[in-house]
C-alpha cells in the first residue's frame, strides 16, 4: 500500500511564496513518477506539475509554468512544489499523485494524498 501525505499549505498573500511536500512511503519512491494537481471549488482537477522517476524530465501546466518548481528527492522520499508569484486563482485543494507513468493526466496516477488547503488572498 502506498500513502502519500501532503505538508505545507496556507494561507498567503498575492505575489507570496510556498512550498508544498509530499512525503511516500509503502513502496520504492524512485519506481513512481510524481504529479501535482490542484482543485478549486466548482472546477475540475487541474494538473499543475510532474516529476519523472529520476527527475531528469519535469512539466508544467500552462497556468503555473515560469511560477512553480517540482522536485523530488529520491532519498528522502519526498516530492516538493515550490510555488512563487502566487495569485488569487492559484486558491484550491493542492493533491500529490504517483503512478508508473509520467504524464500529465491524473487518469496515469493511482495514488492520491488527501489533498492540502492554498489560499492566495488579494
Known amino acids: 500500500q502506498v500513502q502519500l501525505v501532503e505538508s505545507g499549505g496556507g494561507l498567503v498573500q498575492a505575489g507570496g511564496s510556498l512550498r508544498l511536500s509530499c512525503g511516500v512511503s509503502?513502496?520504492?519512491?524512485?519506481?513512481?513518477?510524481m504529479g501535482w494537481f490542484r482543485q478549486a471549488p466548482g472546477k475540475e482537477r487541474e494538473f499543475v506539475a510532474a516529476?519523472?522517476?529520476?527527475?531528469?524530465?519535469?512539466g508544467y501546466g500552462e497556468s503555473v509554468k515560469g511560477r512553480f518548481a517540482i522536485s523530488r528527492d529520491n532519498a528522502e522520499n519526498t516530492v516538493s512544489l515550490q510555488m512563487n508569484s502566487l495569485k488569487p486563482e492559484d486558491t484550491a485543494v493542492y493533491y500529490c499523485?504517483?503512478?508508473?507513468?509520467?504524464?500529465?493526466?491524473?487518469?496515469?496516477?493511482?495514488?492520491w494524498g488527501q489533498g492540502a488547503q492554498v489560499t492566495v488572498s488579494s
Open positions: 509503502g513502496r520504492i519512491f524512485s519506481s513512481y513518477a
Open positions: 499523485a504517483a503512478g508508473a507513468l509520467y504524464t500529465d493526466r491524473s487518469e496515469g496516477y493511482p495514488y
Open positions: 516529476i519523472s522517476r529520476s527527475g531528469s524530465s519535469t
